[in-house]
């Protein structure tokens, strides 16, 4: 499973502090906008039915440590990469660089819920198979 996915990001005013520092927080949704992108590129929805009844990945546990700060117009780096799939959850590892700088590294798990029932449910087969 050592499918890196990467997209780029341009930081905004929006996305600073008063001094132009990007918002710790923001990391977060930068992080996002990577998993969301990296299951665009690989055909696979962010909701799906399963047994007629919808289903998606929501965050569990994040975990971020903070190495450099990010500032106004840097243009980023931000990865996706699976690391563990178990049965209905996800580890996933992603890094947040400028240039060949690591700016911070997160940590996720998403557990695959039914949304109907607010519980975790097994992952399917053609989630399993487009996450590998």
């Not at 990945?57 to 243009?75: M, P, T, W």
């Not at 997160?106 to 975790?120: D, Q, S």
């Amino acid at each position: 499973m050592n499918k890196v996915f990467e997209i780029p990001v341009r930081v905004y005013y929006e996305d600073t502090d008063a001094e132009g520092i990007v918002y710790y927080a923001n990391y977060l949704k930068f992080a996002e906008r990577a998993r969301f992108e990296f299951l665009r590129a690989n055909n696979c929805p962010a909701e799906i039915e399963k047994d007629g009844e919808r289903c998606a990945f929501v965050a569990r546990h994040a975990e971020l440590d903070y190495k450099q700060s990010a500032f106004l117009g840097d243009l980023l780096s931000v990865s996706c990469e699976i690391t563990e799939i178990k049965n209905s959850s996800v580890e996933v590892y992603q890094e947040v660089k400028r240039g060949e700088d690591l700016l911070c590294v997160v940590k996720l798990t998403l557990v695959f819920i039914n949304i109907n029932r607010h519980r975790p449910t097994r992952i399917t087969d053609d989630m399993r198979g487009i996450l590998k």
